[in-house]
């Protein structure tokens, strides 16, 4: 069965930097198992070949950025399973492959992510003969103009318990209020619910050098069809979260996260986990 290409650029660029991941960096900071069979084997073959653009800077900033948030999202879930949480939302999910390499199956797990993105998720699964477990839900929903929250309780979500939201990649491509109302969605939910979510700093909190990694990503995302339409001050986007209901918030630079992972980021984006 061939491969069917992303409805995304973007979803195909973070998946294939995790996928290289494991192929290029020493100790992994996000051990995938699934993260080269869910590309396909030609996939696969190319970036086993590809061992000369991969050893280059951005290459491999890149991957760490795309490793580092992954492992955040996923070491916050494991902390709120300890602490009872047993519902999982993976918001923007794309190709991230969790649900399908955890031994979660006392979860409830969902996948949120526009129609067509998830339709071709789940080719790719098959493609790979990767099984979807059952206790993993398909929630199709747009950021941009539908309630989250409607569309998650009729797929089963039980707003009477709490959650553990993770979305990575997402908020940089809407604009702020939609960025706003899926937080608010967030806050609304049962105490003790968390989301960890990735967003890019305002450029007046960035050095020069950073600034020009930022108009060189922006432009390059702006070549296949995306684009940045979104960056928040840290100082007031806390401000604001608090103002929302977000009990607790932990926001995380570069520096706290390289010391966190042991390896060295951009400050362009940055990680950011509130919990109501």
């Given at each position: 069965?061939?491969?069917?290409?992303?409805?995304?650029?973007?979803?195909?660029?973070?998946?294939?930097?995790?996928?290289?991941?494991?192929?290029?960096?020493?100790?992994?900071?996000?051990?995938?198992?699934?993260?080269?069979?869910?590309?396909?084997?030609?996939?696969?073959?190319?970036?086993?070949?590809?061992?000369?653009?991969?050893?280059?800077?951005?290459?491999?900033?890149?991957?760490?950025?795309?490793?580092?948030?992954?492992?955040?999202?996923?070491?916050s879930w494991d902390?709120?399973?300890?602490?009872?949480?047993?519902?999982?939302?993976?918001?923007?999910?794309?190709?991230?492959?969790?649900?399908?390499?955890?031994?979660?199956?006392?979860?409830?797990?969902?996948?949120?992510?526009?129609?067509?993105?998830?339709?071709?998720?789940?080719?790719?699964?098959?493609?790979?003969?990767?099984a979807e477990p059952?206790?993993?839900?398909?929630?199709?929903?747009?950021?941009?103009?539908?309630?989250?929250?409607?569309?998650?309780?009729?797929?089963?979500?039980?707003?009477?318990?709490?959650?553990?939201?993770?979305?990575?990649?997402?908020?940089?491509?809407?604009?702020?209020?939609?960025?706003?109302?899926?937080?608010?969605?967030?806050?609304?939910?049962?105490?003790?619910?968390?989301?960890?979510?990735?967003?890019?700093?305002?450029?007046?909190?960035?050095?020069e050098q950073e600034?020009?990694?930022?108009?060189?990503?922006?432009?390059?995302?702006?070549?296949?069809?995306?684009?940045?339409?979104?960056?928040?001050?840290?100082?007031?986007?806390?401000?604001?979260?608090?103002?929302?209901?977000?009990?607790?918030?932990?926001?995380?630079?570069?520096?706290?996260?390289?010391?966190?992972?042991?390896?060295?980021?951009?400050?362009?984006?940055?990680?950011?986990?509130?919990?109501?």
């Amino acid at each position: 069965m061939a491969f069917p290409s992303p409805p995304k650029p973007s979803a195909w660029v973070t998946a294939t930097a995790r996928a290289a991941h494991q192929l290029y960096d020493e100790p992994l900071i996000l051990p995938d198992p699934l993260a080269l069979r869910i590309l396909g084997s030609e996939r696969e073959a190319e970036l086993r070949a590809d061992g000369q653009r991969q050893q280059h800077p951005l290459a491999a900033a890149m991957r760490a950025t795309m490793a580092v948030r992954a492992r955040l999202a996923e070491d916050s879930w494991d902390d709120a399973q300890q602490r009872g949480v047993q519902q999982y939302v993976i918001l923007g999910a794309g190709l991230d492959t969790y649900a399908y390499r955890s031994n979660a199956a006392a979860a409830r797990i969902y996948e949120v992510d526009l129609h067509a993105m998830l339709q071709w998720k789940r080719d790719c699964l098959r493609a790979a003969g990767i099984a979807e477990p059952e206790h993993v839900s398909y929630v199709a929903t747009d950021f941009t103009t539908t309630a989250l929250m409607e569309d998650l309780l009729q797929a089963g979500f039980d707003a009477a318990q709490p959650a553990c939201c993770s979305w990575l990649g997402v908020s940089m491509y809407l604009k702020p209020d939609e960025v706003m109302r899926t937080l608010r969605e967030i806050a609304d939910c049962a105490p003790g619910s968390s989301i960890v979510f990735d967003y890019c700093v305002h450029r007046k909190h960035l050095s020069e050098q950073e600034c020009t990694g930022l108009d060189f990503i922006a432009a390059s995302l702006a070549a296949q069809g995306e684009h940045l339409q979104s960056s928040f001050e840290p100082p007031l986007l806390e401000h604001v979260l608090r103002q929302q209901g977000f009990r607790h918030i932990d926001d995380f630079d570069a520096q706290a996260l390289g010391t966190r992972y042991g390896t060295r980021l951009s400050g362009i984006f940055r990680l950011l986990r509130a919990t109501v």
